[in-house]
T-cell receptor, first 113, second 115 residues
């Protein structure tokens, strides 16, 4: 069964600090992995997409990594800001009939001043 | 804004009521989706429409009835709901269904409470 597990479930950090969110998946065959950010009261918004051949990709203060061998991805946030407070959702797309999406349960991040 | 607009933002209804959720996308996409987001659970895909034709129905109870009159509009008709149906209902759109590089554009959702 395709699964996406995210950790931690929730995280509190101080403004200016760094943090790393984890995503482990069992989706096979694998097509790509996307990180979404969901602000409170909003729908998810795509941050970055990782394909099989990509190990690292940055989008401003966000850096995503992918290890396709161990089926793990991480999202590193540098110099956190209050506006980073949100839920971060890992979504994996399979490379099979229908190319279905499997969603993780998300990590809720709170950045405190 | 993401280009996907959902109304209403909040809805409280009794179990005997009938209501409808509305979604409109201004992105020229040809696929639209309904997702259910419950607390501490992953997003659950409910329905997928491609070119106004329903292509997926994930064993959703019949008390949820989708309608897609054109590629820009999507409705979710609700009747005789249960308290466990209380959740955030998200509409999304994309260019193509299940494209490898496809990204979903979500609306802000309708927070539904069933009393």
């Amino acid at each position: 069964k395709n699964q996406v597990e995210q950790s931690p479930q929730s995280l509190i950090i101080l403004e200016g600090k760094n943090c790393t969110l984890q995503c482990n998946y069992t989706v096979s065959p694998f097509s790509n992995l996307r990180w979404y950010k969901q602000d409170t009261g909003r729908g998810p918004v795509s941050l970055t997409i990782m394909t099989f051949s990509e190990n690292t990709k940055s989008n401003g203060r966000y850096t995503a990594t992918l290890d396709a061998d161990t089926k793990q991805s991480s999202l590193h946030i540098t110099a956190s800001q209050l506006s980073d407070s949100a839920s971060y959702i890992c979504v994996v797309r399979g490379n099979n009939a229908g190319n279905m999406l499997t969603f993780g349960g998300g990590t809720r991040l709170m950045v405190k001043p | 804004e993401t280009g996907v607009t959902q109304t209403p933002r909040h809805l409280v209804m009794g179990m005997t009521n009938k209501k409808s959720l509305k979604c409109e996308q201004h992105l020229g996409h040809n696929a639209m989706y309904w997702y259910k987001q419950s607390a501490k659970k992953p997003l659950e895909l409910m329905f997928v429409y491609s070119l106004e034709e329903r292509v997926e129905n994930n064993s959703v109870p019949s008390r949820f009835s989708p309608e897609c009159p054109n590629s820009s509009h999507l409705f979710l008709h609700l009747h005789t709901l249960q308290p466990e149906d209380s959740a955030l209902y998200l509409c999304a759109s994309s260019q193509g269904v299940n494209r490898h590089d496809g990204v979903l554009f979500f609306g802000s959702g309708t927070q539904l409470s069933v009393l």
